[in-house]
């Protein structure tokens, strides 16, 4: 069975942090470039980071440089997203995706079910 389970989202005071987890089974994670995705409600998913299938190159939307930071462990079949000085904008849930080639920009494929995040006082 192909799965790919977010994990690790919640409700955090601005300024915080929280590390997001994507773990994968039935496949190897480390043949794909994985993106994260955040939807507000009522909004459609946009791209906040992609991270090649090796980890050695990484994009993020303008919104979120310099406080968020794409990482993945292969070995693991995990892909990880490091959150942090979080603001009530990043409120929405989070779904990592997987693009069909090893570098970022390629077709998404498959979509986890999401972790929701909110960024409130």
């Known amino acids: 069975q192909v799965q790919l389970v977010e994990s690790g989202g919640g409700l955090v005071q601005p300024g915080g942090s929280l590390r997001l987890s994507c773990g994968a089974s039935?496949?190897?994670?480390?043949?794909?470039?994985v993106s994260w995705f955040r939807q507000a409600p009522g909004k459609e998913p946009g791209e906040v980071s992609c991270?090649?299938?090796?980890?050695?190159?990484?994009n993020y939307a303008d919104s979120v440089k310099g406080r968020f930071t794409a990482s993945r462990d292969n070995a693991q079949n995990t892909a990880f997203l490091q959150m942090s000085s979080l603001k009530p904008e990043d409120t929405g849930t989070y779904y990592c995706a997987l693009h069909t080639r090893t570098d970022c920009g390629g077709e998404i494929h498959y979509w986890g079910q999401g972790t929701p995040v909110s960024v409130s006082s």
């Open positions: 039935g496949f190897t994670l480390g043949n794909y470039a």
């Open positions: 991270i090649s299938s090796n980890g050695d190159n990484t």
